[in-house]
């Protein structure tokens, strides 16, 4: 049986204008200047409803919603897909993914939501009846609960700045060395954002488990997010990831159920109402349109967790695999790519300006970033930033330890050149030289040295400079 947490206070309404391209509907919250005088009564109307809701759900014995969200629904088909930026490449068009042009990414420290790229397993969720919409807390707790949208605005809302990464980010390079399976991303499966939204920590305490818990008192030591979408990869149910109980009741370790993106309501590529940050890892573990959260023994069962996204060697392919030998990868290794060049291009020669991104997992800052114009053999060390008019310092209490930095640097280009970065982080690990050291069957965490490859920069003009 379910239970509805009544919230005290007036709470933590978040307040936004309408994002772009994006209409998701009349349930979502109305911009700052027509909310100020409704906000009270939308919250305790959306409580009420709430709470008669399950009151007849408790009557009807209908405590365990058996996965079915009310308000929130996942379509059966690609009829009902939002509308996208149409200067996103498109990777796969149904499930819909895309990433940005890499020229984006260096254009502002904070990816606009429109070029933020688009992971999918399935068709996009629609947020039916924002009142009805809930997320039960099940498993190994003493009393499951339900919680509205109007109990997690009531909650302290934090913002987390944080860059999310596909796995899959560069897997095209990766795919060049020997066959590989999985959307062929180039180097744009990536984006920062200002995320908005309650601690999972806090949100855990209204199911009776601590702050810096591991276990509970019935022997939960995982938590596990359960999306409303459809994915073929688990016969149509939906998608699904954990992660340890430590790291989501750590109020530091920043894992957010978030309804906001750079302060703007969720999206629906992005998954409004409400979606899981869990910073510093793969984007896999941060799931979209989140319906349910159960308190697990052991992680997460589903396909993305036990055969998906996990790192084998080189000598492993499919005829051999044993996908039991490894753990679900987390944590994503020091990275970095040039963005104002092709992997292929042509400048002229002289001066040119070279920039792109770096960044690591579990919240390790980046302490330098090399660039070379001849291969490798000699390196110059670029300049690295995040927010404007703040010096950036590797693990810095005003550097932003989830995000990627950005660097540039200024250098004199030879002829034919071949351009290379490299970064080293806060944890003194260094990108690996070369792409076939680390290549694996499912082309993910390709971390190798940034390669670009200059022809004919003594005929023609500068470039995409």
């Known amino acids: 049986m379910y239970s509805t947490i009544v919230s ?12 772009p391209l994006e209409d998701v509907g009349p349930c979502r919250r109305p911009p700052r200047r027509h909310r100020l005088p409704n906000i009270l009564r939308r919250q305790q109307r959306i409580k009420r409803s709430g709470r008669r809701s399950t009151r007849l759900r408790e009557e009807r014995g209908e405590g365990d919603r058996g996965g079915k969200m009310p308000g929130l629904t996942a379509p059966s088909n690609y009829a009902e897909e939002p509308p996208r930026h149409p200067a996103l490449k498109i990777n796969s068009k149904e499930p819909f993914n895309a990433e940005p042009h890499r020229s984006a990414l260096v254009a502002s420290y904070i990816t606009p939501v ?11 969720p629609k947020v039916d009846d924002l009142i009805r919409y809930s997320v039960s807390i099940s498993g190994l707790v003493n009393k499951p609960i339900q919680i509205s949208m109007a109990d997690i605005w009531a909650l302290p809302k934090y913002t987390v700045t944080a860059t999310l990464q596909c796995a899959g980010n560069r897997r095209t390079a990766m795919s060049k060395v020997r066959k590989v399976r ?5 180097i744009s499966a990536l984006g920062t954002a200002t995320w908005g939204g309650a601690k999972l920590c806090d949100v855990l305490e209204l199911v009776g488990i601590p702050k810096l818990s591991s276990v509970t008192s019935l022997g ?9 979408d459809k994915c073929k990869e688990e016969n149509g149910g939906p998608y699904t990831a954990s992660i340890p109980l430590k790291q989501a009741a750590d109020p530091d370790a920043d894992v ?8 703007e309501t969720l999206n629906r590529d992005h998954g409004y109402p409400l979606r899981v940050v869990v910073p510093g890892v793969i984007g896999a573990r941060s799931v979209k349109w989140l319906d349910r959260i159960n308190i697990i023994e052991e992680e997460c069962q589903g396909f993305f967790t036990q055969k998906d996204y996990k790192m084998f060697p080189p000598s492993v392919d499919w005829d051999n695999i044993n996908w039991s030998t490894r753990r679900p990868q987390m944590d994503f290794p020091v990275q970095s790519a040039i963005c104002t060049l092709e992997d292929v291009d042509v400048i002229k020669e002289g001066k040119a300006r070279i920039a792109g991104y770096a960044l690591s997992g579990g919240g390790r800052g980046i302490e330098r970033v090399d660039v070379s114009v001849d291969g490798g053999k000699t390196w110059v060390e670029a ?11 590797s693990d810095g209490p005003q550097s932003d330890k989830w995000a990627w930095v950005l660097f540039e640097a200024t ?15 806060s944890a003194a690990n260094v990108q690996p030289e070369k792409v076939e050291d680390i290549w694996n069957l499912r082309g993910i965490l390709n971390t190798s040295w940034h390669r670009i490859k200059i022809q004919n920069s003594s005929c023609v003009g500068r470039s995409k400079i």
Request: charged letters at 20%.
């Open 8 to 19: 005290s206070g007036s709470g933590g309404l978040a307040l936004a204008d309408s994002p």
């Open 114 to 124: 429109d070029f933020f790229y688009k992971r999918n397993h399935g068709p996009i």
């Open 182 to 186: 999985g959307v062929g991303w180039g």
């Open 220 to 228: 939960g030591k995982h938590v596990e997010f359960v999306s409303v």
């Open 256 to 263: 957010l159920l978030a309804y906001e993106m750079n302060g």
């Open 383 to 393: 300049r690295r930033y995040q927010k404007d008019n703040v010096p950036y310092v």
């Open 411 to 425: 250098l004199d280009i030879p002829p034919n050149a071949e351009i290379v970065a490299k970064a080293v982080d």
